[in-house]
């Protein structure tokens, strides 16, 4: 097909690959491939499996040309904060170690004892909020575990900068993934060398960042011969919030943002980061964007708590199948639609909870987490999946609500309208309690939020859209954004 790109967008549990094309102006879209992705213990620690993962991505690009699709251009977008470091020769050293391991948890406390790095510092140079599983607090971890690594390392990249450097043998460090690092100067968008200094960390590892836009170049010839293809690799948004912000179809300034997926991340669009004490307090971040834009927003746990209790109900699930007790017609693997139903048949249980509590980024059995949650919190504790759902809804709505009230107080801005985009926007349960814990209009759409925020910088490299206003037109004209309100 003329004039086709692909987007691969990998998130914490699976993969698509995703050709998308214009036509008559319009945004037309095709999943090729889809793929899964987890966590699993290696070594006592939570890991990627990163060569499932690359090889998942060939596989993908081969299944293009399969299906008579030969993209001019492509890219990767993935997860924040989570890196590998490589030898002289481009192998990886160690395990790929993934952000919702506890190796972190003590590293900020350590480093502020130490008289190293206080946070409020921290803050003022990068503009990244606290969570314990940042980059900066990962290579902490590492260097007390491994400190070898990084007398061995030549290079330091994202994930996504790994995949790309598979697919094209060129190394780089995209600029909306590095600012997750909490290493990037916040004013400049360039490596933080003090900081760097500070935690012994060597600045010879850390590539000239790049931004969304940037032509890698084309496939190396093994992997030529091993897709059939040879797409330019043009750099996308390579986190993919940062990809999904592109996506919102956003009709003025007044409105926020929500890529609603295994997280969900409210916030909105500045040309200047915000730094402030009260910002600081606050926990807002300064995430990097497109043409230097800045994201700034608050994460909020997001559908990783359905995600995790879907889990825990296939596991129960899978056992009473293994002694012939499951009951006729039962899915083993709960639809979504099952828990949403679910969740509706007991809308009269109350209970809200902070979903931002690290009780819940890796809990061994997320159901019996919440009921713990709720009984240390005296509030009524949830029985039935049903009641565990509505409190995950509820938390989060909430949670929504108050993130907005803050955000409106720290940019002195009235927003009046929420946007949201992603996976999670199907969820018209989450919409409309959404709509009435906020009390603005919602509108959800589209789906493929991350997807088309990548295709979107490809788009304009490739000339199809004037500029990015041109492009977030054509998303609005091209996909169904439902309208919820309260």
């Known amino acids: 097909m003329k004039n086709c790109h692909l987007a691969v967008d990998i998130g914490a549990s699976s993969g698509r690959h995703i050709v998308g094309w214009t036509e008559n102006g319009q945004i037309r879209l095709r999943e090729i491939y889809r793929f899964e992705n987890g966590v699993r213990r290696v070594n006592g620690h939570l890991c990627w499996d990163l060569e499932g993962l690359r090889e998942s991505v060939i596989e993908g690009i081969a299944e293009c040309g399969r299906q008579g699709f030969a993209p001019s251009t492509m890219g990767i977008d993935t997860w924040a904060v989570d890196f590998v470091l490589l030898d002289k020769d481009g192998k990886i050293l160690g395990d790929t170690v993934a952000y919702r391991d506890e190796r972190t948890d003590p590293v900020r406390a350590k480093l502020e004892a130490d008289g190293i790095l206080q946070f409020d510092e921290h803050y003022r140079r990068t503009g990244i909020q606290y969570q314990k599983f940042n980059t900066i607090y990962q290579l902490r971890a590492l260097q007390e575990e491994h400190p070898e690594y990084f007398e061995q390392a030549q290079d330091f990249l994202m994930i996504p900068d790994y995949l790309h450097y598979c697919l094209t043998g060129v190394k780089a460090n995209e600029y909306t993934n590095a600012t997750t690092t909490a290493l990037v100067e916040a004013a400049t968008g360039k490596w933080d060398s003090e900081l760097l200094a500070r935690l012994g960390l060597p600045e010879r590892i850390f590539r000239e960042i790049v931004m969304p836009g940037t032509v890698l170049g084309r496939f190396t010839e093994e992997m030529q011969a091993r897709t059939g293809l040879n797409p330019e ?229 490739a000339g199809e859209y004037a500029d990015l206003q041109a492009a977030r037109d054509a998303i609005r004209e091209s996909f169904e954004i439902r309208e919820i309100r309260a």
């Open 233 to 461: 690799v043009v750099v996308p948004a390579t986190h993919d919030t940062g990809s999904a912000f592109l996506a919102v179809p956003a009709k003025d300034e007044n409105a926020v943002f929500l890529s609603s997926g295994t997280w969900s991340l409210v916030g909105v669009e500045n040309r200047a980061p915000i730094t402030t004490p009260e910002s600081c307090a606050a926990n807002f971040t300064n995430e990097g964007g497109y043409e230097f834009r800045y994201r700034y927003l608050k994460n909020i746990m997001g559908l990783w708590m359905i995600q995790s209790v879907r889990r825990n109900i296939e596991a129960e699930r899978r056992q009473l199948a293994e002694r012939g007790e499951l009951p006729a017609g039962m899915e083993v693997k709960p639809s979504f639609p099952e828990l949403i139903a679910a969740a509706e048949s007991e809308a009269d249980f109350r209970a809200v909870l902070d979903v931002d509590d690290d009780r819940f980024l890796a809990p061994d059995n997320m159901m019996e987490e919440i009921r713990k949650a709720c009984a240390d919190n005296g509030l009524p504790v949830p029985q039935t999946t049903g009641q565990v759902m509505q409190c995950i809804y509820q938390s989060l709505a909430d949670d929504y609500r108050r993130t907005i009230e803050t955000l409106s107080g720290l940019t002195g801005k009235k927003y009046t309208s929420l946007n949201i985009v992603g996976g999670g926007c199907q969820d018209m349960l989450l919409n409309r309690m959404t709509a009435k814990a906020t009390g603005l209009p919602v509108y959800a759409g589209p789906v493929e939020g991350t997807a088309l925020g990548n295709l979107i910088v490809q788009f304009l490299y």
